[in-house]
Structure formats: structure tokens, C-alpha cells
Antibody
Framework: EVQLVESGGGLEQPGGSLRLSCAAS????????MSWVRQAPGKGLEWVSA????????YYADSVKGRFTISRDNYKSTLYLQMNSLRAEDTAVYYC????????????WGQGTLVTVSS | QSVLTQPPSVSGAPGQRVTISCTGS?????????VHWYQHLPGTAPKLLIY???NRPSGVPDRFSGSKSGTSASLAITGLQAEDEAHYYC???????????FGGGTKLTVL
């Protein structure tokens, strides 16, 4: 079964860092662009970042540019999101999703991992 | 506040038909970009329901359909069932933001 499983969420103080992981299974990971999408409490979905299949191209929403770094390890079929300089407004459930943010649908999603930024 | 505008909530009785609208602008839906729809139950993975305006992935019942016109799109659900109670989100691409944008989500209540 095609599956994405996120991990690495938790409670972090403002200004701190967290690294999220997303393990993919049952598909050729390197063939697909991957994205992170988040949902703040009581809010809608927000695309955060994307990376091409080879990992050579990365893209960020303005709200996280310069603070978050997306990467991938195609040998491990794993997607990462390094989150630095965390702010209270980064508090959200973070989902990894298969697909690019330039018009294609996100056809496979993980169940999400909760990130809480609070002192 | 979301780039795409959806009604916060809709409701219907079992067996009825409901529609959920998604209104954008000339920089996204109106520019010709496709609209996709997702079904989301809290605590679970969002599920792709409709892609490219009116196509259903394998396994999605034909009770779900999508349409697009001008700067708006709609999701229709016929023969409403209790299991359809969920949040629904539309998504498209925005040229001004150079990335995907979502609607604020619509909570469907089956009465």
C-alpha cells in the first residue's frame, strides 16, 4: 500500500528548531516531487515547501523562506523538513504529500505530525 | 484570509444533494489553473477527491463530482451519506504567489 508516515513533531520554544521526517513506501520515491503542507489550529491548509524528485530544486512559501529547509534522501525514501527560528505561528499539523505545488494535485498524504511552538 | 474562498459550512439530510463553492481570482482559477478537491476527517490523512476540476481518482464514488467556470469551482455531492460528514478543501495554483493555494475549508454536516 502506498503510504507516507510523518514523525518528528513535538513541543519547541520560540526560536528553537525541529526536524520532521516523512517515510515513503510502496512507490518509486525518486520519481515524484514531494511537498509539506500544514494546518494551523482552526485554520485551513497551507502549502509550505516542495522539492523536486532529484532533490535539486526546492521551493518555499514566503512565510517560511529563510527559516525552513526541505531535503530528501532517495535511498531511504524519506523526506525531511528542517525548521529553524520557530515562531508561535508555525504551530500546526504538518503533512507530507506526494506532488508538486505548480498545479498538480497532492494525491497521497500522510496523517500528519503536530508541531507546537510555545514557551 | 485564504486565497480561495469557501463557505465555512454546509449541511444536508441523508439522500440530498449539496454543493460547495470555491471562489478564486484571475491569478488562480480564472487564469485557467485546475482545481482539486480534498476530503479531510480530523486526525486522518486528507484524501484526494476530485482532480483537474472534474476527475475522480479510482475508488471515489460517482456521487462526488466537480465543475469549474470562470473564477469559481464547485464540488457536488449527491445521495448524501453519514460517512460524507467531513471537511472539504479546494486547491489550485496561484501565479502571484508562485505556489499552491487552498480554500479555507468547508465543514459538511449530515443532518
Amino acid at each position: 500500500e502506498v503510504q507516507l508516515v510523518e514523525s518528528g513533531g513535538g513541543l519547541e520554544q520560540p526560536g528553537g528548531s525541529l526536524r520532521l521526517s516523512c517515510a515513503a513506501s510502496a512507490f518509486t520515491f525518486s520519481n515524484y516531487a514531494m511537498s509539506w503542507v500544514r494546518q494551523a489550529p482552526g485554520k485551513g491548509l497551507e502549502w509550505v515547501s516542495a522539492i523536486g524528485g532529484s532533490g535539486g530544486s526546492t521551493y518555499y512559501a514566503d512565510s517560511v523562506k529563510g527559516r525552513f529547509t526541505i531535503s530528501r534522501d532517495n535511498y531511504k525514501s524519506t523526506l525531511y523538513l528542517q525548521m529553524n527560528s520557530l515562531r508561535a505561528e508555525d504551530t500546526a499539523v504538518y503533512y507530507c504529500a506526494r506532488g508538486n505545488p505548480w498545479g498538480d494535485p497532492f494525491d497521497i498524504w500522510g496523517q500528519g505530525t503536530l508541531v507546537t511552538v510555545s514557551s | 484570509q485564504s486565497v480561495l474562498t469557501q463557505p465555512p459550512s454546509v449541511s444536508g439530510a441523508p439522500g440530498q444533494r449539496v454543493t460547495i463553492s470555491c471562489t478564486g481570482s484571475s491569478s488562480n482559477i480564472g487564469a485557467g489553473y485546475d482545481v482539486h478537491w480534498y476530503q479531510h476527517l480530523p486526525g486522518t490523512a486528507p484524501k484526494l477527491l476530485i482532480y483537474d476540476n472534474n476527475n475522480r481518482p479510482s475508488g471515489v464514488p460517482d456521487r462526488f463530482s466537480g465543475s469549474k467556470s470562470g473564477t469559481s469551482a464547485s464540488l457536488a455531492i449527491t445521495g448524501l451519506q453519514a460517512e460524507d460528514e467531513a471537511h472539504y478543501y479546494c486547491q489550485s495554483y496561484d501565479t502571484s504567489l508562485s505556489g499552491s493555494v487552498f480554500g479555507g475549508g468547508t465543514k459538511l454536516t449530515v443532518l
